[in-house]
């Protein structure tokens, strides 16, 4: 696997659309600094959620052109795109035919009838849709309040629940929503293997296999990783994917004391590492290296292959760090990034129950310069490919005026500025910035950093020691927590 940086952004976030990131990709600050770009799902043609409410899988003309996606591939840079499991946007070509046509709809199974899955487990109410008994949703995960449907009026006047997990906004006959997919359907198999072979055609070396673990279903379950159906659907998707030489990147979000993400590993998958954010603040905040570098240390013992991050078009993860870092450390982390700025998402609007905190990198360090280089070069030299969200590159601060202006559920927009022409050029002035393009210049070129490399991680209390070698090179990473300090050679 190509192991140097990879660029994260949307195609509008650095100067308007792709074609401008391309360009700025291109010039001699960045050139080669990037093997990959993670290229949010506005790609697309999508509605909500910021791209990850899909209408089809074409590219968005108004943000990208297929020439951007050449250029990009002339500069040497594979893509990672997001393919979504779960759902596909109320607006899909296949939802507004089920609403046109009713019945008589080829896509009448695509999507799930809400009472023809639960016929037989609960009882009809006087609003048409099926309450399960309790015994049945129980333990079922639920990712909103109330039952996850959309009524669906079909031309005869009926109405209709289908299943919507995620966001819905009902503006008959206009609906909104993420609609889940019936994968019980053969057209949506159909469907999975196009879209694959569509994702590949445009120059896709990862596809992020979005909601994965919410597409299984059944009566009485969590529906969420059921298994063994949740596997056996990653390793269909595995061989659609074959073909075409696409790596699979199961995104999921659990506790470190469920260890999923080892489970992912082991089925032979990369997974991302949801611990580092948390880890490194942790280490740098309390001085310390001892659960930085057990974390190492375990991905180096088990061989997982990871992608790495310190900021991401999402929250700092939190929920991710239990079982990892004691309790009361990790509430010290919630509450020091919120007195920073920062903003909580509960669980799935169940108030006390974490899941992330909202905030820029940056800002989470409390707005140290030095520390986020620090950050920086930790990140760059922990086992796996490192991620670099665009906006901690340019040291972007917490956007309090873009949540204000998204309204009610735009706690995320804190991290997703759009920066314009002219504020990229004054970033790149900055020492922060150019300190941080030398960092990745150094791990994109220097011949270490190979999956062959051996790793090795050393910690002694406030002091860590990470040395990738090979029979070409070294690379080693000194770092005193007391000091703040660190060392490369």
């Not at 659309?17 to 993670?38: A, C, H, M, N, P």
């Not at 735009?410 to 030398?438: W, Y």
Request: charged letters at 25%; one cysteine or more; hydrophobic letters at 40%.
């Amino acid at each position: 696997m190509n192991l140097k940086p990879m660029l994260n952004a949307y195609p509008d976030s650095l100067g308007g659309t792709l074609g401008d990131i391309v360009t700025l990709l291109g010039r001699k600050e960045l050139k080669e600094l990037f093997g990959s770009f993670y290229i949010l799902p506005s790609l697309y043609h999508s509605d909500l959620d910021r791209g990850f409410s899909v209408i089809d899988y074409d590219i968005n003309e108004e943000l990208a052109t297929q020439d951007d996606l050449k250029r990009l591939k002339q500069l040497g840079i594979d893509l990672k795109l997001d393919f979504i499991l779960n759902h596909a946007s109320a607006q899909s070509p296949q939802f507004k035919d089920l609403v046109e046509k009713g019945n008589a709809s080829e896509y009448k199974n695509f999507f799930i009838d809400w009472n023809a899955f639960w016929e037989g487990y609960g009882s009809m109410t006087e609003d048409g849709y099926i309450q399960p008994d309790e015994i049945y949703i129980k333990d079922m995960f639920f990712r909103k309040p109330g039952l996850p449907i959309l009524m669906v009026r079909f031309p005869d006047g009926t109405k209709r629940p289908y299943w919507n997990t995620f966001y819905q906004e009902e503006h008959y006959p206009q609906y909104l929503g993420q609609m889940d997919l019936n994968i019980q359907s053969p057209k949506v198999w159909a469907f999975y293997r196009e879209t694959l072979a569509k994702i590949a055609s445009y120059g896709a070396g990862i596809v992020r296999l979005d909601a994965f673990a919410y597409a299984p279903k059944a009566p009485g379950r969590k529906n969420f990783l059921n298994e063994p159906e949740t596997w056996e659907l990653l390793e269909q998707i595995r061989m659609y994917a074959e073909p075409y030489d696409l790596a699979l990147l199961p995104e999921i979000h659990a506790a470190y004391e469920e260890h999923i993400y080892q489970t992912i590993a082991e089925k032979g998958y990369m997974t991302y590492d949801f611990f580092l954010p948390g880890l490194i603040i942790d280490a740098i905040e309390n001085k310390r290296s001892r659960y930085l570098a057990e974390w190492a240390q375990e991905l180096i013992d088990k061989k997982i292959q990871t992608v790495n991050m310190l900021g991401c078009h999402d929250g700092i993860p939190m929920l991710d760090l239990q079982g990892l870092l004691p309790e009361e450390d990790i509430q010290k982390l919630i509450t020091l990034i919120v007195d920073r700025g920062g903003m909580v998402k509960n669980l799935h609007g169940q108030k006390h129950v974490y899941y992330q905190v909202n905030a820029t990198y940056f800002s989470a360090l409390g707005e140290s310069e030095r520390k986020l280089l620090l950050a920086r070069a930790i990140q760059l030299f922990m086992p796996g490919k490192p991620q670099i969200w665009y906006l901690d590159l340019f040291a972007g601060k917490n956007d309090h005026e873009a949540v204000k202006r998204a309204g009610e559920g735009g706690h995320k927009e804190i991290n997703r500025t759009n920066l314009t022409g002219v504020q990229i050029e004054q970033a790149l002035q900055t020492e922060v910035v150019q300190k941080q393009l030398e960092l990745l210049r150094f791990r994109s070129t220097c011949k270490a950093f190979t999956e062959d490399a051996d790793i090795q991680v050393q910690a002694d209390n406030q002091k860590l020691m990470i040395r990738w070698s090979n029979p070409v090179t070294d690379a080693q990473l000194d770092v005193d927590f007391a000091t703040g300090n660190y060392r490369i050679s």
